[in-house]
């Protein structure tokens, strides 16, 4: 079908608190809560009304923007800032097609960003949670589901962000997408988390059938051997067949790398988890990361950018140096994702032989609700088999949303949740129930509930809810 010209009527942002029941560490941040952000739209779709749709995302500190001169709290009022500028831009957007929308809030952002002295993750943050709620509203007004929507091109996905693809390309990996039954879960073992004992790793295991696992690494080699060698001896002992990724979210160095994987290699006890290893995520800082090629021994693991990603040409540009994959999350932007799915499919149809080029399921804490649901049927559609899923395990159910709405996220989709002590998200059989998320609108069969949600707000000084 043809692209519908859309107009954006009205686009309002909230916020929530989001408190942790566990610290969550990912490189030298630790994190005991986090806003969440959420995004309503009204859009007008030519020729099918007007339709509502809505999206919700954590904003998590110091992930975004790591520079040290940012304080935690200036990194979220970046987050916050990022948000109500795409929302205040879609005003002045008029009439186009989804994905035309999305080029020029990019456009538009990127100048922000500059003024702003943010960075340009933070600055496709606010971009990104307009785009998933602008395309939960097409979807919603053409009474399909996300997949149908963008097996069709009804986004009017091109090719005027990646020169480097054809319209041809883009039109058969659009074609190949696939509603998502199931996915498994990828579990993260943060730097703060226990191994063994009580409310550790060993816990989750026995909660849940769990198969893929992501290790955080520290930066410290002979610390990190210590950490996987006590990872290892749980998962050997369980006598299961595993697969783990490692993420060092930026703390290595190259020589500090090479210096791990040579102590990993010459421990017998580490040969099961290193045969199992998929591939290493984000290892160096991402102000270095394009600056020299991957060594040639660090190259061979399979090595993936994240944080780096903060350009449409990123995965092309690391690919050049070495490195065999991105990470997918909406938080990022969905239509980079989606692009760098076809550079992957076509650049693997173009290779004999070697490791394939990938693009990975990452999470960064995705809560219950409309962000785990939209991020986890986004990934499966691309045939995705695994997806990273932390935000149950720091996050208790779906924390300080009302009872309600809770409900009504259980009453759609009984299968992704379940109820306990209180409704979280269903893990047990290691998979994540995706079968009821395909229905008209992006994966949003239930909504948040607006009149809980307060406007977005700047931050307190100890960066806590007012």
């Known amino acids: 079908m043809a692209a519908p010209r859309i107009r954006i009527a009205e686009a309002e942002a909230f916020e929530r608190w989001t408190p942790f029941v566990r610290p969550f560490r990912f490189g030298a941040v630790t994190v005991e809560g986090a806003f969440q952000a959420f995004v309503r ?72 960003a500059k003024a702003a002295d943010a960075t340009a993750l933070s600055a496709s943050f606010g971009v990104a949670q307009v785009d998933k709620a602008v395309l939960d509203g097409l979807s919603r007004a053409l009474g399909q589901g996300f997949v149908s929507v963008l097996k069709a091109n009804a986004v009017g996905l091109d090719n005027r962000l990646t020169p480097d ?20 879960i990828r579990h993260t073992v943060g730097l703060t988390d226990r191994i063994t004992g009580e409310d550790s790793l060993a816990t989750e295991m026995d909660a849940a059938d769990l198969r893929y696992f992501k290790i955080k690494l520290g930066g410290d080699p002979a610390a990190d051997i ?30 500090a790398l090479s210096d791990l994987l040579a102590r990993a290699d010459a421990e017998p006890r580490l040969a099961g988890l290193m045969g199992r290893l998929l591939f290493i995520e984000q290892p160096f800082d991402r102000r270095v990361t394009f600056e020299r090629p991957l060594p040639v021994d660090v190259a061979a693991r399979g090595v993936i950018i994240d944080e780096a990603d903060d350009a449409g040409d990123a995965f092309l540009r690391a690919r050049s140096l070495g490195y065999r994959g991105v990470s997918s999350k ?52 691309l045939g995705l088999t695994h997806v990273e899923r932390n935000g149950h395990h720091y996050v208790d159910g779906f924390a300080e949303a009302p009872a309600a709405e809770a409900e009504a996220f259980l009453t759609a989709h009984p299968g992704l949740y379940t109820r306990s002590d209180r409704i979280r998200l269903a893990v047990a059989s290691g998979r994540l129930d995706l079968s009821t998320l395909d229905g008209p609108g992006f994966a949003s069969a239930a909504m948040p509930d607006v009149a809980s949600l307060s406007p977005l707000t700047t931050l307190s000084a100890q960066g806590l809810p007012a």
């Open 165 to 184: 693809l054809s319209e041809a390309a883009i039109t058969s990996r659009l074609a190949a997408l696939s509603p998502g039954r199931s996915i498994a």
């Open 226 to 255: 210590d950490r996987l060698l006590a990872i290892a001896s749980l998962l050997e002992a369980r006598g299961i067949d595993y697969r783990a990724t490692v993420d060092a979210n930026e703390q290595y160095q190259p020589d």
């Open 330 to 381: 909406c938080c990022k932007g969905l239509y980079k994702a989606l692009l760098n799915t076809v550079r992957a499919a076509a650049w693997n149809a173009g290779t004999t032989g070697g490791p394939a080029f990938l693009v990975s399921a990452e999470d960064l804490t995705c809560q219950a609700g409309l962000a785990v649901q939209q991020d986890s049927a986004f990934v499966a559609a």
């Open 41 to 112: 739209v009204v859009v007008e779709v030519e020729g099918h009304g007007r339709a509502t749709g809505m999206t919700a995302e954590l904003m998590p500190p110091k992930w975004f923007d790591k520079r040290a001169e940012r304080s935690t709290d200036d990194t979220v009022r970046d987050l916050k800032a990022s948000l109500a500028a795409a929302v205040a831009a879609t005003r002045d957007l008029g009439s186009d097609t989804a994905f035309g929308h999305h080029a020029n809030l990019q456009a538009a952002q990127a100048d922000w």
